[in-house]
Nanobody
Framework: QVQLVESGGGLVQAGGSLRLSCAAS????MGWFRQAPGKEREFVAA????????DYTDSVKGRFTISRDNAKNTVYLQMNDLKPEDTALYFC???????RGQGTQVTVSS
């Protein structure tokens, strides 16, 4: 069973950047989701097994980039031009929605 460990969250001012990491116990297609207080968990981005196909929710297109380092079985989410509405607990997943970790908190101050 694939295990996932998220890291890289923190507190940043609006307009700033953060990079999230998700280390997996083996190579697999992966995604990032987020959940803000009082809201449902939502899809953010996904990347396929080979790393040559990505997908994003509209609200992060042009600001977030998902990538992977297959030698490290790690997927990254580079988040630029962060906005207060990006504040959430971010989770990575096996595929699109199989959650295995505790998430990492991202807080964007205005």
């Amino acid at each position: 069973q694939v295990q996932l460990v998220e890291s890289g969250g923190g507190l940043v001012q609006a307009g700033g950047s953060l990079r999230l990491s998700c280390a997996a116990s083996r190579r697999t297609a992966m995604g990032w989701f987020r959940q803000a207080p009082g809201k449902e968990r939502e899809f953010v981005a996904a990347i396929n097994w080979g790393g040559d196909s990505t997908d994003y929710t509209d609200s992060v297109k042009g600001r977030f980039t998902i990538s992977r380092d297959n030698a490290k079985n790690t997927v990254y989410l580079q988040m630029n031009d962060l906005k207060p509405e990006d504040t959430a607990l971010y989770f990575c997943s096996v595929g699109r929605g199989d959650f295995r970790g505790q998430g990492t908190q991202v807080t964007v101050s205005s």
